[in-house]
């Protein structure tokens, strides 16, 4: 079918929620494994910094960007009216 | 009834029977302590974890069996997010992640971290740029994608290399993890545990394909987190006074640092580590000139015995002739002796700090540790992201928002395991630190006592410098040990290690299953259906699936018990492998443009050059030619996966752009649903 201007829209929100997820993902891995050894100097309910964020604190915010990208998806979805209903 | 109130009716009676099933497993295991109470032996109780899980998963597969092709390929696209996720968490989780993971962190400290890191953090890619639009194409497996999107039967087949290569080497590391537990826990040998293993994998796989396994996985996921948890808990607990440890550790963390600190300054390991440099230094001198050297040290040991003899004392005699008798027989023995002796100056190190980053004597060479610390997450991420037994999962979802739904419950759940491991690994150092340093040989801990005894390959404690006192020098760890001990050192009873057993047991399992499934489905859908006789009767294409999976199980089980060699290699090589997969999937989907030969050149190139460096590269293979950026060969997908993407992008724009169905194959995939949509999905 013919896409409208809506649907563009769509698509365009998708992409720009889909790279902020992924500068945050890309922050938390990469920018935080190059500096592990500066974070570390950092103490964090007693752990040093670097090492919490390598061993939970990225694990969970991984988590967290899926959440949100689900969540917002699923609004957005309604939003436009691409959504699946209820159906299945 | 319509669709809607089917699906929660269905949702509401599956909570009801897993909530039931976790409750009858944890009944087992209380009645199972109880017999251990009143007098059970260990085996008896390594039997009945054995039979009784393999039982239930055959019992499942048994109940779930089918000969319909939506209900055998994908389930019949009726899994609710949550136990897609469950199920997803344990097909991904195996007996690697499982059993060796904590092991590694506690040997690695801080490196080990980019396992953790790479084998989560690939979800997140799942998520953002795969799992939803895969389920809106909704077919049945990984080529099926490329092949639609750009044509052919050339796309295809690499795409069925790619998932039969990755998929193959990661099968045979875990009918080796299952053949390994059941040896170990019931006595059995191992090539009997291998094939009682294999025995529950095909009766679950083989009768009810993808409804069977996914319905098994949930279960093992349930078993194996409650085991991973149970003795965790216990010895944070006992350490921490924190019922959650996960977040407690940080303190025992500090301490462990401050012990670290204490054993390096400590004259005693000093003596020890001085033992082991002497001792290399003399092995390196000796095997200058062996001929001469074994002469030489025999000639020493024969004059001090005729001296022992001479001065009349029973005690240095006895001595004097048990030195000579411990003497190697021959020259080749002596060589051996020294090689091992000059390995000894591996050991002369000081404890390096669990909590650091990036070892290395100079700035050059902790920033190549640092780039390998960074290729090694590069490819683990990249490589999760295209493993077809995972990507395979989200087919089964009843819709493309459940799709997403069901990644955040497959991280949640895989995420609850991977930030155990490296607070296991903290603590069990900490204990190690503790009890097992320091104490004497005639009195070990128990759980140290009784694990040097049965495999020494495992804790290997050698008392070097004579003062009946451990120092930690003296002490050798296999990475195994600590999920495997940890029961016996939180002071736990059996029946938590028969637990253990049981949740490694069904880590390995249900990956096993589901990349056997993958395998399966490749040959008789992608290379039978598609490719060969596409008339062909949906029953024949099941039950060729079936006849396969028989065939690929026994050749996989086969080359498991030749015990191929380094298996991390070999599992971080089907990750980088798997990497260059991924470009044309996520292109296909964001890049209109991309096309047919962009695709097969950039997946051809990047697994070439994958290939090139990782043979050349790799000791293995002998070639051994210098390292481009100090990078080692595992993580190749750091060159593959960039050569792919810019090969995609050139060779697309040379070539002409795909055709106009193409396109709108890739907007049918960008929207969850659109007018007209609902013929295409649900026809196939």
Same mark, same amino acid.
């Given at each position: 079918?013919?896409? =409208?201007?809506?649907?563009?829209?769509?698509?365009?929100?998708?992409?720009?929620? =889909?790279?902020?997820?992924?500068?945050?993902?890309?922050?938390?891995?990469?920018?935080?494994?190059?500096?592990?050894?500066?974070?570390?100097?950092? =103490?964090?309910?007693?752990?040093?910094?670097?090492?919490?964020?390598?061993?939970?604190?990225?694990?969970?915010?991984?988590?967290?960007?899926?959440?949100?990208?689900?969540?917002?998806? =699923?609004?957005?979805?309604?939003?436009?009216?691409?959504?699946?209903?209820?159906?299945? | 009834?319509?669709?809607?109130?089917?699906?929660?009716?269905?949702?509401?009676?599956?909570?009801?029977?897993?909530?039931?099933?976790?409750?009858?497993?944890?009944?087992?295991?209380?009645?199972?302590?109880?017999?251990?109470?009143?007098?059970?032996?260990?085996?008896?109780?390594?039997?009945?974890?054995?039979?009784?899980?393999?039982?239930?998963?055959?019992?499942?597969?048994?109940?779930?069996?089918?000969?319909?092709?939506?209900?055998?390929?994908?389930?019949?696209?009726?899994?609710?997010?949550?136990?897609?996720?469950?199920?997803?968490?344990?097909?991904?989780?195996?007996?690697?992640?499982?059993?060796?993971?904590?092991?590694?962190?506690?040997?690695?400290?801080?490196?080990?971290?980019?396992?953790?890191?790479?084998?989560?953090?690939?979800?997140?890619?799942?998520?953002?740029?795969?799992?939803?639009?895969?389920?809106?194409?909704?077919?049945?497996?990984?080529?099926?994608?490329?092949?639609?999107?750009?044509?052919?039967?050339?796309?295809?087949?690499?795409?069925?290399?790619?998932?039969?290569?990755?998929?193959?080497?990661?099968?045979?590391?875990?009918?080796?993890?299952?053949?390994?537990?059941?040896?170990?826990?019931?006595?059995?040998?191992?090539?009997?545990?291998?094939?009682?293993?294999?025995?529950?994998?095909?009766?679950?796989?083989?009768?009810?394909?993808?409804?069977?396994?996914?319905?098994?996985?949930?279960?093992?996921?349930?078993?194996?987190?409650?085991?991973?948890?149970?003795?965790?808990?216990?010895?944070?607990?006992?350490?921490?006074?924190?019922?959650?440890?996960?977040?407690?550790?940080?303190?025992?963390?500090?301490?462990?640092?401050?012990?670290?600190?204490?054993?390096?300054?400590?004259?005693?390991?000093?003596?020890?580590?001085?033992?082991?440099?002497?001792?290399?230094?003399?092995?390196?001198?000796?095997?200058?000139?062996?001929?001469?050297?074994?002469?030489?040290?025999?000639?020493?040991?024969?004059?001090?015995?005729?001296?022992?003899?001479?001065?009349?004392?029973?005690?240095?005699?006895?001595?004097?002739?048990?030195?000579?008798?411990?003497?190697?027989?021959?020259?080749?023995?002596?060589?051996?002796?020294?090689?091992?002796?000059?390995?000894?100056?591996?050991?002369?190190?000081?404890?390096?700090?669990?909590?650091?980053?990036?070892?290395?004597?100079?700035?050059?060479?902790?920033?190549?540790?640092?780039?390998?610390?960074?290729?090694?997450?590069?490819?683990?991420?990249?490589?999760?992201?295209?493993?077809?037994?995972?990507?395979?999962?989200?087919?089964?979802?009843?819709?493309?928002?459940?799709?997403?739904?069901?990644?955040?419950?497959?991280?949640?759940?895989?995420?609850?395991?991977?930030?155990?491991?490296?607070?296991?690994?903290?603590?069990?150092?900490?204990?190690?630190?503790?009890?097992?340093?320091?104490?004497?040989?005639?009195?070990?801990?128990?759980?140290?006592?009784?694990?040097?005894?049965?495999?020494?390959?495992?804790?290997?404690?050698?008392?070097?410098?004579?003062?009946?006192?451990?120092?930690?020098?003296?002490?050798?760890?296999?990475?195994?040990?600590?999920?495997?001990?940890?029961?016996?050192?939180?002071?736990?009873?059996?029946?938590?290690?028969?637990?253990?057993?049981?949740?490694?047991?069904?880590?390995?399992?249900?990956?096993?299953?589901?990349?056997?499934?993958?395998?399966?489905?490749?040959?008789?859908?992608?290379?039978?259906?598609?490719?060969?006789?596409?008339?062909?009767?949906?029953?024949?294409?099941?039950?060729?699936?079936?006849?396969?999976?028989?065939?690929?199980?026994?050749?996989?089980?086969?080359?498991?018990?030749?015990?191929?060699?380094?298996?991390?290699?070999?599992?971080?090589?089907?990750?980088?492998?798997?990497?260059?997969?991924?470009?044309?999937?996520?292109?296909?989907?964001?890049?209109?443009?991309?096309?047919?030969?962009?695709?097969?050149?950039?997946?051809?190139?990047?697994?070439?050059?994958?290939?090139?460096?990782?043979?050349?590269?790799?000791?293995?293979?002998?070639?051994?030619?210098?390292?481009?950026?100090?990078?080692?060969?595992?993580?190749?997908?750091?060159?593959?996966?960039?050569?792919?993407?810019?090969?995609?992008?050139?060779?697309?724009?040379?070539?002409?752009?795909?055709?106009?169905?193409?396109?709108?194959?890739?907007?049918?995939?960008?929207?969850?649903?659109?007018?007209?949509?609902?013929?295409?999905?649900?026809?196939?």
């Amino acid at each position: 079918m013919q896409l =409208t201007q809506k649907h563009n829209e769509y698509w365009h929100k998708n992409l720009v929620v =889909t790279g902020i997820l992924l500068l945050v993902w890309f922050i938390v891995t990469f920018v935080e494994a190059w500096f592990a050894r500066e974070l570390n100097g950092i =103490t964090f309910f007693g752990f040093p910094l670097g090492f919490y964020m390598s061993a939970q604190g990225s694990l969970a915010i991984y988590v967290i960007i899926i959440g949100v990208y689900a969540w917002y998806m =699923t609004k957005l979805d309604k939003e436009y009216g691409v959504d699946e209903g209820d159906l299945e | 009834m319509n669709q809607a109130t089917s699906h929660s009716a269905f949702k509401s009676q599956l909570k009801k029977y897993y909530t039931f099933y976790a409750g009858g497993f944890i009944g087992f295991v209380i009645l199972l302590a109880i017999a251990e109470q009143m007098g059970m032996s260990k085996q008896w109780i390594g039997y009945w974890f054995l039979f009784a899980t393999i039982g239930l998963y055959a019992g499942i597969g048994i109940m779930s069996r089918t000969s319909e092709v939506s209900e055998y390929y994908v389930a019949g696209r009726r899994v609710p997010a949550f136990f897609n996720g469950m199920a997803t968490g344990a097909d991904w989780m195996s007996a690697a992640s499982f059993i060796g993971m904590a092991g590694t962190l506690f040997l690695g400290g801080f490196d080990g971290l980019a396992w953790v890191m790479g084998w989560t953090g690939g979800y997140c890619l799942v998520a953002l740029f795969l799992a939803p639009y895969l389920r809106k194409f909704g077919q049945f497996t990984i080529p099926d994608f490329l092949a639609e999107r750009y044509g052919g039967n050339i796309v295809r087949s690499i795409g069925v290399v790619s998932a039969i290569t990755c998929s193959f080497v990661y099968v045979v590391a875990q009918i080796y993890g299952v053949g390994l537990i059941t040896s170990r826990f019931t006595g059995l040998e191992f090539g009997v545990g291998v094939f009682v293993g294999l025995g529950g994998i095909l009766v679950c796989s083989m009768l009810g394909g993808m409804k069977a396994v996914t319905w098994t996985q949930v279960a093992q996921y349930i078993i194996l987190i409650i085991a991973y948890l149970t003795p965790v808990v216990w010895l944070g607990t006992k350490h921490t006074g924190i019922p959650i440890p996960q977040i407690a550790y940080g303190y025992t963390l500090q301490k462990v640092g401050d012990l670290e600190k204490k054993i390096n300054a400590d004259p005693k390991e000093l003596e020890v580590r001085k033992i082991f440099t002497d001792r290399a230094a003399a092995g390196k001198a000796a095997l200058a000139d062996p001929d001469k050297s074994y002469a030489a040290g025999k000639t020493k040991l024969e004059e001090g015995l005729t001296a022992a003899k001479a001065s009349n004392n029973a005690t240095q005699v006895a001595s004097a002739e048990k030195a000579l008798a411990g003497y190697p027989k021959d020259v080749a023995a002596a060589k051996a002796a020294w090689t091992r002796d000059t390995g000894l100056a591996g050991r002369a190190a000081p404890v390096r700090p669990h909590a650091q980053p990036f070892p290395g004597a100079t700035e050059a060479a902790q920033n190549t540790a640092r780039l390998n610390f960074i290729g090694i997450v590069f490819c683990m991420m990249f490589g999760t992201a295209a493993l077809p037994h995972i990507l395979m999962r989200y087919y089964t979802t009843p819709s493309v928002q459940e799709a997403r739904v069901s990644v955040f419950w497959s991280l949640f759940f895989i995420f609850l395991l991977y930030f155990t491991a490296p607070c296991l690994a903290v603590l069990a150092k900490f204990d190690m630190y503790t009890n097992l340093v320091g104490s004497s040989f005639a009195s070990l801990p128990a759980w140290a006592a009784a694990w040097a005894k049965v495999d020494p390959g495992l804790l290997n404690i050698t008392d070097f410098n004579g003062d009946g006192i451990v120092q930690w020098a003296e002490v050798v760890i296999g990475g195994d040990l600590i999920v495997l001990a940890t029961p016996e050192i939180a002071g736990l009873p059996y029946v938590v290690s028969g637990l253990v057993a049981a949740g490694g047991l069904a880590a390995a399992l249900s990956t096993a299953d589901g990349l056997l499934l993958t395998i399966a489905n490749a040959l008789s859908h992608d290379l039978y259906y598609k490719m060969i006789d596409p008339s062909a009767s949906t029953t024949k294409r099941v039950t060729l699936s079936k006849v396969l999976l028989i065939f690929v199980a026994g050749t996989a089980a086969y080359v498991t018990s030749l015990k191929p060699g380094d298996i991390l290699f070999l599992v971080g090589a089907a990750f980088s492998l798997a990497a260059s997969a991924f470009p044309p999937l996520v292109m296909g989907v964001f890049w209109k443009r991309a096309n047919k030969w962009g695709a097969i050149t950039g997946m051809a190139a990047g697994l070439a050059i994958c290939v090139y460096y990782m043979v050349t590269r790799y000791p293995f293979f002998g070639i051994n030619m210098p390292l481009w950026f100090g990078l080692s060969p595992v993580s190749a997908g750091m060159f593959g996966l960039p050569l792919g993407v810019v090969t995609i992008g050139i060779v697309s724009l040379l070539t002409a752009p795909p055709s106009k169905e193409v396109q709108e194959l890739v907007e049918h995939v960008r929207y969850p649903h659109l007018k007209g949509d609902a013929v295409v999905s649900e026809a196939r």
